[in-house]
């Protein structure tokens, strides 16, 4: 594949990944995750030698909703990839993930379920690794039983008890600089009566990455752990990478006017909570922390979402045009790369909104 075609793949929308079983994603070709700039040209003048991974997880690639009704023995593996990524055009960063993709794969179980969970850190890492998962009822959420060195597996098999959707995230000493380097992801259990129906899902990782670089400049980017104490990140990301879910970068999420979104928010952190915001819209229902099990907030503009946890939350499109999902700590989104677009497609309803035009005074 040419550079010119991997480039309009790459725009076009997202790779779509395997989900959970082995050999998910590692490195896509260069040619398909480079970043455009503004004229849609790679620049190749800065970029390492070295393979870069696309980082960014697909917000589309979300196991569908669970429709058996008894319990099932449910394998997932997560399998520690430590890959050079690009957090924007031409700014390289040596990112931890799970499965090569940020957030982490999102994981569907049902209350009820066993897991048999996985964790394999390949010899060619460099790190120590593991998965506290927060829908584990365990000692460390798991943390010690699945802790690998590079070259090493572990298994954990554990008992979905109780429904929402969790955050599970690295845990090893430094926790902290492996969650900023891209180590968190979520696990829905789904109730059992399951989820309302909606149109779409889409699945967003919020965390923050301190560099030692300031943020845009060319070139690769160290880890800054004085930064980090001082909990001063020069990035604010979704899914990894800056403005990573806009037409700029991968691509906006698509629906059509009338139809209804679920989103899905984990926020890793490590320090910074997120001030959830649609511009133009509102969260028509929103599960504070996740949970399934309480009732549904009703028209909330803004919701905070501390690290170590999430948020469900559905919108719907009642008029044509573009959702800007935001941390409201505005900062984060001007300067630090936080921006998440949805574009609704259909037909103007002026009886909702009509703009009557900007005239000269
Ligand atoms: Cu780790």
Known sequence: MSVEEGLRQGRRGFLKQAGLTAGTISFIGRAQNVWPDSNGAARTDVRPADPIARVTADPTNIPPPITRRRPAVVPVLLEAKEV????????????????????????????????????????QNTQTHNVDMHAVMGPGGGALATLTHPGEEAHLRFKATYPGAFIYHCAVSNMDMHISSGMFGMILVEPKKGLPHVDHEFYLGQHEIYTDKPAGTLGYHGFNVDAMVEEQPNYVLFNGAKDALT????????????????????????????SFHAIGNVWHELWPEGQT?????????????????????????????????????????????????????????PSTFAPGGVHKL
């Open 247 to 274: 037409a700029t970068g991968f691509g906006p999420m698509k629906v059509k006017t009338g139809e209804t979104a679920r989103v899905f928010l984990v926020v890793g952190g490590p320090n910074l909570s997120s």
């Open 84 to 123: 050079l990524g690009e957090i924007e055009n031409g700014v390289f960063f040596k990112f931890m993930t799970y499965n090569g993709q940020v957030p982490g794969p999102f994981i569907r179980v049902r209350e009820g379920d066993t897991v048999e969970l996985t964790v394999r850190n390949p010899t």
């Open 293 to 349: 099990r309480n009732p549904a907030h009703r028209y909330i503009q803004t919701y905070p979402v501390p690290p170590g946890s999430t948020v469900l939350a559905t919108l719907r499109f009642p008029v044509p045009g573009v959702v800007k999902l935001v941390d409201h700590a505005l900062t984060r989104v001007v300067h630090k790369g936080c921006l998440a677009v949805i574009e609704a497609e259909g037909p103007e309803v």
